[in-house]
């Protein structure tokens, strides 16, 4: 089976169960190793499929339950104004999670009525976006952050810090977005102690993959 074969599987099959499954297990129905079925869920992570790992009984790999909502019924103009305000933190780069943002305020506004379309881009040029921070960290980064935060798994990042650059193993616990800058309050999981980091100083980043426990 192809790479690319195997990933539409994959994702069929997790759309599909009801409880979670593990690496091992997929690995074996794939006829594939433990470690390509994590770069397949990392691509498929990549693609915007929430792939999350649940413990306890029946836990597992399984598809956030978030992955979609039911209808949600705006008025033309509630629309227009989420997805103005959508751009304005879009262009802001203050998040980690702009990427997804981007992928949303794009859905919210494909749905619109033309006339609405027109008023949102009218709306958007009478913004000014002062402030905006011209320091932003890799997509990469930002990717791992924004997963590391959804899943609230640890994550290995290298940092810049005033005394050179540092490797550390953190759980992230806050994200405070400033005027000109993000900062991500950790538990240092190191040094058993809290830490904060901003985030246009963080030079690379991965998410630790965390084995599946009992009863997974």
Sequence with gaps: ????????????????????????????RFEVSVRTIYR??????AAALPVVGERGRGGGLVLDSSYTLPPVNFTAREAAILVTAGRWLERARLMPFVDTLRAAVDKVQAALPAARQREVARLERT?????????????????AIERAWLEQAP??????????????????????????????????????APRQFQLHRI???EVIETPPGPGR
């Design 155 to 192: 994550i290995r990042i290298v940092y810049d810090g005033a005394r050179g650059r540092t490797e550390r193993t953190v759980r992230i616990e806050q994200v405070i977005m400033e005027r000109t800058t993000t900062l991500l309050n950790c538990h240092d999981l190191d040094k058993d």
């Design 40 to 45: 397949d869920l990392d691509s498929l992570r």
């Design 203 to 205: 030079a690379r980043a």
């Design 1 to 28: 089976m192809r790479r690319t074969e195997r990933l539409f599987a994959l994702a069929e099959l997790l759309r599909a169960r009801r409880t979670g499954v593990t690496a091992d297990e997929l690995a074996d």
């Design 127 to 143: 913004l000014a976006y002062v402030g905006v921070p011209v320091r932003s960290p890799a997509p990469a980064v930002r990717a």
